[in-house]
């Protein structure tokens, strides 16, 4: 059975701290990964991950996957309250365009 | 470019009633993908149109069901409401290429008393 599974659950940090977000997969015929960041309301797109080993980087936040080992890391240095969200994980499978989603990673940023 | 619409953003019904939930996706976006989101399950994959044909189901029963117009729009219908049916339903948008990301939708609320 394909499984997406994030950790932490959740996370409460102070606002400056470096935090890192799992996301291990177990799927077959895997194509690519997506985080995502929900706040309350609709998940928006952070970092689509397809090769093993590149890190992806927009400001703070860097992610990268790893195909050998089945997992990938999502990164936010220096956080901000502006950060606290759930972080969702998506795999895409290879064949169709079905995206399967993990439990999600609440993170909660205090000042 | 207008993002996602999801109509209506709230609905409250009843058990045994049906729903029927209408999504818009980004101009030039073939693809839509519906999933139910609740705290228990996390985001859960209802099926995934693309070109007025359904290329993707997920594990749903037959009372949920969809489809998508020629000009991409997509309605998803659910008929005898269970109090479990009680959820975000957002849709999302995309090339319908599977390197491409997809764009979310705010969302429908729907409440089943």
């Known amino acids: 059975e394909d499984k997406v599974v994030q950790s932490p659950l959740s996370l409460v940090v102070h606002e400056g701290d470096t935090v890192t977000l799992n996301c291990s997969y177990e799927v077959t015929n895997f194509r690519s990964l997506l985080w995502y960041k929900q706040e309350k309301k609709a998940p928006t797109f952070l970092f689509m991950l397809t090769s093993s080993g590149i890190e992806k980087k927009s400001g703070r936040l860097s992610s990268i996957l790893d195909k050998k080992e089945l997992f990938s890391i999502l990164n936010i240095t220096a956080t901000q309250t502006g950060d606290s969200a759930v972080y969702l994980c998506?795999?895409?499978?290879?064949?169709?365009?079905?995206?399967?989603f993990g439990t999600g990673t609440s993170l909660t940023v205090i000042p | 470019k207008a993002g996602v619409t999801q109509t209506p953003r709230y609905l409250i019904k009843t058990r045994g009633q049906q729903v029927t939930l209408s999504c818009s996706p980004i101009s030039g976006h073939r693809s839509v993908s519906w999933y139910q989101q609740t705290p228990g399950q996390g985001l859960q994959f209802l099926f995934e149109?693309?070109?007025?044909?359904?290329?993707n189901k997920g594990n749903f029963p037959g009372r949920f069901s969809g489809r998508q117009f020629s000009n991409s729009r997509s309605e998803m219908n659910v008929s005898t409401l269970e109090l479990g049916d009680s959820a975000l339903y957002l849709c999302?948008?995309?090339?319908?290429?599977?390197?491409?990301?997809?764009?979310f939708g705010p969302g429908t609320r729907l409440t089943v008393l």
């Open positions: 999302a948008s995309g090339l319908g290429n599977r390197y491409n990301e997809q764009f």
């Open positions: 149109y693309f070109s007025e044909t359904q290329r």
């Open positions: 998506a795999v895409v499978f290879r064949t169709g365009n079905q995206f399967y």
